[in-house]
Nanobody, 123 residues
Framework: QVQLVESGGGLVQPGGSLRLSCAAS????????MGWFRQAPGKEREFVAS???????YYADSVKGRFTISRDNAKNTVWLQMNSLKPEDTAVYYC?????????????????WGQGTQVTVSS
């Protein structure tokens, strides 16, 4: 069992930055691929970024070049650095863990989810 706790969300102006953190419980964090997803009001949850056990990464086209996913297996933590934020990035952001070494863009490939953290981009 893995428990995930996100933090770092908030209100930011367009063009600003935020860094989301996801702290994971358990001793086998390095065996899990991790992902970030988001869900805006009235929309389906969508893939944002994912990272494998060895820190290979993959991004949605909408965030490529602006967001960076990273992890520290010793700290059981994954981060999402978000730069050049846009109003359309406004959503609840979820951290997810997959019982696999390799990343995935598919929601149903992930086994554990955090409670989510709100990110609002507005002037």
């Amino acid at each position: 069992q893995v428990q995930l706790v996100e933090s770092g969300g908030g209100l930011v102006q367009p063009g600003g930055s935020l860094r989301l953190s996801c702290a994971a419980s358990g001793r086998t964090f390095s065996n899990y691929a991790m992902g970030w997803f988001r869900q805006a009001p009235g929309k389906e949850r969508e893939f944002v970024a994912s990272i494998s056990w060895s820190s290979s990464t993959y991004y949605a086209d909408s965030v490529k070049g602006r967001f960076t996913i990273s992890r520290d297996n010793a700290k059981n933590t994954v981060w999402l650095q978000m730069n050049s934020l846009k109003p359309e990035d406004t959503a609840v952001y979820y951290c997810a863990a997959r019982r696999s070494l390799y990343y995935s863009t598919k929601i149903h490939d992930y086994d554990y989810w955090g409670q989510g953290t709100q990110v609002t981009v507005s002037s």
